[in-house]
């Protein structure tokens, strides 16, 4: 029996150490969402900050107090504000961020590199009160202290805001969670709180898995902690592209994609593929009333769809995996 316990206690170590999530920018894979694509309908430009310290052994040191509330608001630009060990900011959205086909917002660090990456929980709320966390992952390993100024590799972090360098956003999909207080459709509240990424467990910030999250630390600096440059909208009531598709007289699926994507509705319509930079990346001209599109030489990542006939013109948000 021991020996069985001891086997599958080496398993679960194994499949955790070998387990790969998506890659860093400029990688086939990546789920980086760059700032310049068209798939954002809004930007984050109200909120409560709530600073952190600059080193969270050492409280005589005062609170973080790099950049200001407005460097958070408006496009990523790379002109941030610091939160300090476990500082955070909640934006407030009048017009809610709804959940629509894939991710639905998305949040910006500043980092200049792939692998200098500081990180940061993200909460949801429909009413400021209950707050529902992102499920997330950190297999980066935490016997030895990730430094200040240390890396990480982004194929060990999962839903940690920060996994992507800057003016590339990290992606939130709302459908991910499941909380009776919250209406995925109402999100009025994003809160983004830094992670403190010491392996002292007295102080370290844990996934959701309670292992301790190892990340660049201590950034005893003015600049401490997660550095928020902006959050962008992918769909909120007002922009939804899943209200635009609704009055779509074509029926896209699958969604998520991979080899092949179908398309069922009227004939003679033009088909346009942008990339997450706007790029048009391929068009097809639909002559039958069903038709499907091999989509074999995409590669993996987010997509916007422009279907567009006589009587007008329809947008679509898909992903392929």
Known sequence: MFTIFVLLLVSGLLDRAVAQ????????????????SSVFVA????????????????????????????????????????LGDGGSFTYYFEIPVIDGPGPDFAVFENSFSND??????????????????????????????????GVLEAVKIHNLAGKYRGL?????????????????NAVHYIRITDVVGSIDPVFGSRDSEENLINDPWPTPFPSSGFDLDALGVIYD????????????PYHIYPNPFKDFLFINGESDCEVTFFDALGKTIMIHQKVSSHEWISTQRL???????????????WMLKLLKQ
């Not at 999530?21 to 310049?36: C, H």
């Not at 460097?71 to 990523?76: E, I, M, N």
């Not at 009531?237 to 779509?248: L, W």
Request: charged content about 20%; some cysteine.
């Open 21 to 36: 999530f998506a890659p860093a920018v400029g990688i086939e894979g990546t789920t980086a969402i760059s700032a310049d």
């Open 43 to 82: 930007w984050g430009s109200h909120g409560q900050l709530e600073r952190g310290l600059m080193k969270i052994n050492e409280p005589e040191m005062g609170l973080a107090t790099f950049g200001t509330e407005s460097d958070a608001y408006g496009k990523a630009d790379l002109v941030a504000l610091s």
């Open 116 to 149: 200098f990456l500081e990180l940061a929980h993200v909460e949801v709320s429909s009413d400021g009160l209950h707050f529902a966390r992102f499920r997330s992952v950190s297999l980066t390993q935490t016997q030895t202290q990730v430094d200040g100024f």
């Open 168 to 184: 590339y956003g990290t992606p939130f999909d709302l459908a991910e969670l499941d909380d009776p207080d919250l209406d995925r």
């Open 237 to 248: 009531q007002r922009y939804s592209s899943v209200t635009k598709i609704s009055a779509c």
């Open 299 to 313: 590669m993996p990542g987010f997509y916007c769809l422009k279907i567009q006939n006589n009587h007008g013109s």
